[in-house]
């Protein structure tokens, strides 16, 4: 079994030399002139539409076709915040292991921590990478093994400001566009126009992003250019 992640990062020459490898189960290893066969099964993940990369020459339309023959669909970190308490314990683990220096949360500093990691305000774009990211820099920083409420503080503003210097308030993410199937069926999703699908991604974010109903009302409907007009 071989996993490629990522496999939209492939130049168009190595999809060629990957697509020959599926069909035909041969290819050359790197460094020799000689080809080897091999009966493997490909498991390969994206965070890309390959669909959207096939239309505009970025993927190869028939390697999609060979190897889209199964697809799941892993919701992102955001949405999964069931998995950030336990997975908090995991890296904290891993970081002991790592530098050979064990680090606890304070109970406050934890329950901060995990009430700012489960809201809407935590986008985690980058999954667990950003979650790892987030758990060295406070157990590097901790005082004495401890990580304490500044601590904590200060990470959840820099998440903030590294989550809002990405994307500006207001714009549809691709992901955003891309979940719409999922969230109001595939049925309804097709019944919509281009226009139609890309303001409800941009009430989506805006939604996603707000403290509360009133608050995402608020700046649905101030006067001027709304977010679903900025994201056209």
Known sequence: I??????????????AMLLRAVEEKRFLPLGSDVEVTSNFQLIAGTNRSLGVDVREGRFREDLLARINLWTYRLPGLQNRPEDIAPNLEFELVKYAEKNSRFVRFSREAQNRFLEFAVSQEALWKGNFRDLNAAVTRMATLSPGGRINLDIVEKEMNRLSLFWDTESEEGEASPSEFERLPELIGKGK????????????????????????????????????????????
């Open 189 to 232: 999703f097709n019944e919509l126009d281009l226009f139609e699908k890309i303001q409800l991604a941009g009430v989506i974010h805006v939604c996603r992003r707000s403290d509360s109903l009133a608050s995402a009302g608020r700046k649905l409907f101030a006067c001027g250019p709304t977010p679903m007009l900025k994201a056209v």
């Open 2 to 15: 071989l996993f490629l992640d990522e496999i939209g990062e492939l130049g168009l020459d190595e999809q």
